[in-house]
């Protein structure tokens, strides 16, 4: 059983440019959370995901971040005109039910860098 | 979420058990305390958790206060690969990650 996977393992985009961020969760996972951890930080929720459904935003920011989780495929972290702020470790951990106990796995992470 | 505070650092020698405490004054009758490590540069890794009763598990104990107020995570003969950092957090069951973890406790075992 593959753990969560996420993918490109590092990301170098130009300020304005667009970044995507994928995440494939543990087989059988509905449930998805995108964190961000700026350097020399813990890990900041940003979003929680169901199959086709944001759950709760609430860590996202405002603008030019989206994120995703269809009904086929992987979860996408969209953040569009990127800035230098942005730069920071992405992670993504995946969940079974809501309704156990349970333990988020997480993935190896995304390195986005801004030049 | 409760907030939970904890020391930046220790150490521990090599072979010896390393305690690590949290304190977590705030937490609600159904929270959880979850314990969960980043090794550098990798993704957290779930270690335990527990409610009110002391847990343990392959990798560790997690002994919690009566109060609920405080725990202490035992990895009881901690070896090289062990060295990263060791966030304690506290959140409700049935899976939602909606916290945020702290800056955590860099662990360094030394040989």
């Known amino acids: 059983n593959a753990g969560v996977m996420q993918n490109p393992r590092h990301l170098v985009r130009r300020r304005g440019q667009e970044a995507r961020l994928r995440c494939s969760p543990m087989k059988g996972h509905s449930h998805v959370y995108w964190y961000r951890q700026l350097p020399e930080e813990g890990l900041k929720f940003m979003v929680y995901?169901?199959?086709?459904?944001?759950?709760?935003e609430s860590g996202m920011p405002k603008e030019r971040f989206s994120a995703e989780f269809p009904k086929e495929g992987p979860s996408i972290l969209r953040i569009q005109q990127v800035v230098r702020g942005d730069s920071a470790a992405y992670f993504c951990a995946s969940s079974p039910n809501w309704d156990r106990v349970t333990e988020a796995f997480f993935g190896q992470g995304t390195r986005l860098t801004v030049v | 979420d409760a907030k939970t505070t904890q020391p930046p650092s220790m150490d521990c020698a090599e072979g010896r058990a390393a305690n690590l405490p949290c304190n977590h004054s705030?937490?609600?009758?159904?929270?959880?305390v979850y314990w969960y490590r980043q090794i550098h540069s990798q993704g957290p890794q779930y270690i335990i958790h527990?409610?009110?009763n002391n847990e343990t598990n392959e990798m560790a104990s997690l002994i919690i206060t009566e109060d609920r107020k405080s725990s202490t995570l035992i990895l009881p003969h901690a070896t090289l690969r062990d060295t990263a950092v060791y966030y304690c957090?506290?959140?409700?069951?049935?899976?939602?990650?909606?916290?945020?973890f702290g800056t955590g406790t860099k662990l360094q075992v030394i040989p």
């Open positions: 705030t937490i609600s009758g159904n929270e959880y």
């Open positions: 995901l169901q199959k086709e459904n944001i759950i709760d």
């Open positions: 527990g409610l009110k």
């Open positions: 957090i506290v959140g409700n069951s049935g899976g939602y990650q909606k916290v945020t």
